[in-house]
């Protein structure tokens, strides 16, 4: 991933998994939030940075968008809860240290857990219900990840970015949804 990330040129840092993981954590956090705080720095022009995460059972996604200062956890066993306390303080001191060592303004991290519910289904789905997911999935990117008046924003994608769009000719047209709660944790 990293070696196509590079190849592409897309605006994606890396941190190292082992350095991120809780057993290392746990045994030097002063020396994790350095590193973190250095790996701000170091990816200051890249648009999000992530790394794989085990909180004890299980890998987990975190990715860091830091000029929206939130950081967003992707977990495949959102059944059972999981606590995220010392990896957030983390990446919260580490982003508090990388402010001020850069004179910008304070500003708090939102740690994002909590997504839509989707039904799992093992029948295989028609074409309808396929884009009925796409059109959630997109509804929430379009009003809980990319912020209206940033560069990603984008009223029609397909004319920006057609490798993007599936083989149909045009995107479906979202109907009006529900918008989609997100806590903070």
Known sequence: MIV?????????????????????IQSDKSYVVDYVTKAFRHFAKKEIIMFAHNPGDHWILVVIIPKWSKVLYFDSLRSKPHDHTLLKEVIDEAFHSYLVKGKASKSLLVHVSKFPEFEVTTNPINQDAMDNIQELIASFIMSQVINKKGEFHCNNPGEQFPNLLSPRESLPEIKSLPKPVLSSV
């Open 4 to 24: 196509e990330t590079k190849a592409k040129a897309l605006p994606v840092g890396f941190l190292d998994r082992e350095l991120m993981s809780l057993s290392t």
